[in-house]
């Protein structure tokens, strides 16, 4: 469905119901398209493209890609924990040479011990859901650091502030969508940190396998063809 508003046309091809973030503004005339992804939902019920993991420094050889919990970051007296979340096989439902115009990352945050501010940034090795830890990126490969491999100086979101009980959302730089749907750069997702490391809080969000499918982390595109 396509609807104009002051010289703009958008088009959703997503199901209807969602309350999102504000569309991308384009050219008069131009169409601006969304789409959604977020696992047993969107694009469709049968997506699951989404993985994610949480690794933390004091279990450095544990993998939770199996977990039935949330996914925890942030720093406790012990420990630093980060979250991998990647989105998998987006190309399927996009079409070629698209511009991206906003990318938004929702997540539902549902505990806290204190103020968390989180970024996201691009990971430069790929990883395996179920055998990643804080030490080792896939069964037979370790990270060149632990902890991920990324550039900490560059993120590719603003910051966000997660509160209890409560949808928030990143918006992700959309060129490094754009470089992952042309190939120019390897589709190895994200790293979600807290901006301060050295303090003790942390919070969780729901995880892509969550019992409650809205509460699942959900990717955002807005484009023009």
């Known amino acids: 469905m396509c609807i104009r508003d002051r010289g703009l046309t958008f088009c959703s ?19 601006v398209y969304t789409i959604s992804f977020q696992n047993g939902l969107y694009p469709e019920s049968s997506y699951s493209g989404i993985e994610d993991n949480r690794i933390r420094s004091d279990s450095p050889d544990t993998n939770y890609g199996n977990t039935t919990g949330g996914l925890l970051i942030g720093q406790n007296s012990s420990s630093t924990y980060r979250v991998l979340i990647k989105f998998r096989e987006m190309e399927k ?3 070629e040479n698209i511009k991206i115009k906003k990318a938004y990352l929702v997540l539902y945050s549902y ?8 970024s996201a940034y691009a990971l430069s090795s790929g ?13 037979t490969d370790l990270w060149a650091t632990p902890g991920g491999d990324f550039n900490s100086s560059s993120s590719v979101s603003n910051s966000v502030l997660l509160k209890k009980d409560s949808y928030e959302m990143l918006e992700i730089n959309p060129d490094i969508i754009a470089d992952w749907l042309s190939n120019t750069y390897n589709n190895y997702g994200l790293i979600l940190k807290a901006n301060n490391e050295t303090v003790t809080n942390y919070n969780g969000i729901y995880l892509s396998e969550a019992a409650d499918i809205l509460k699942r982390p959900k990717l955002i595109l807005y484009y023009t063809k």
């Open 13 to 31: 091809c997503t199901k209807k119901g969602d309350i999102g973030p504000s569309g991308a503004s384009g050219n008069s005339g131009e169409e």
């Open 93 to 95: 439902y996009v079409p």
């Open 111 to 118: 505990i806290t011990s204190s103020t968390t501010t989180i």
């Open 127 to 139: 990883w395996d859901e179920m055998t990643s830890s804080w030490v080792s990126r896939t069964v």
